[in-house]
Each structure stands twice: as structure tokens, then as C-alpha cells.
């Protein structure tokens, strides 16, 4: 995706001139630039998405680790006390 057309002055002006293929051309281009940002928009969302259900699963593995520290020390523990 490009965004080298934002850059442009004219890009959501109205055209200079009055031929009719202008006004299509502009038309068209700014159709162009609409879907451009729709698809990013849906990307953005799928990512955003993604990252969410990457974050749950990390907590359920820090939860887990949590877990299993707790075990760890515990038996460090009742083997320290049978010593």
C-alpha cells in the first residue's frame, strides 16, 4: 500500500477544470484511496484481533508459570524440612 497519493495538494480538492473525464479520473482515484484505507482498516482490526488472543494466551501461561513456581517452592521446601 502506498501513500504517496496523501501527499498530493489536489487529492481531496475539488478539480480545476470542468471536463468531465477529470472529474471521473478524481472520482475514481479517490474510490481508489477510500478502499485503500478500508483494507487497512480490516487489517488493522485482524491485527488488533491477533493481538489480543496473543495477550490471553500469554496470561494463561504467566498464570501457569505462577503456578508452578508455587509447586517448585513447595517442594524445595518439604524436601528442605525432611533433611
Do not use: C
Not at 30 to 58: G, H
Not at 59 to 83: C, F, P, W
Amino acid at each position: 500500500m502506498s501513500f504517496d497519493s496523501f501527499n498530493e495538494p489536489s487529492a481531496w480538492a475539488t478539480p480545476t477544470s470542468s471536463q468531465p473525464g477529470d472529474i471521473v479520473t478524481e472520482a475514481l482515484r479517490k474510490e481508489k484511496i477510500l478502499k485503500e484505507i478500508a483494507a487497512s482498516q480490516e487489517d488493522l482490526k485482524a491485527l488488533y484481533s491477533r493481538v489480543q488472543s496473543v495477550q490471553e494466551e500469554v496470561d494463561k501461561l504467566h498464570s501457569g508459570n505462577e503456578t508452578l513456581q508455587m509447586y517448585i517452592d513447595n517442594l524445595t521446601v518439604q524436601m528442605a524440612k525432611r533433611r
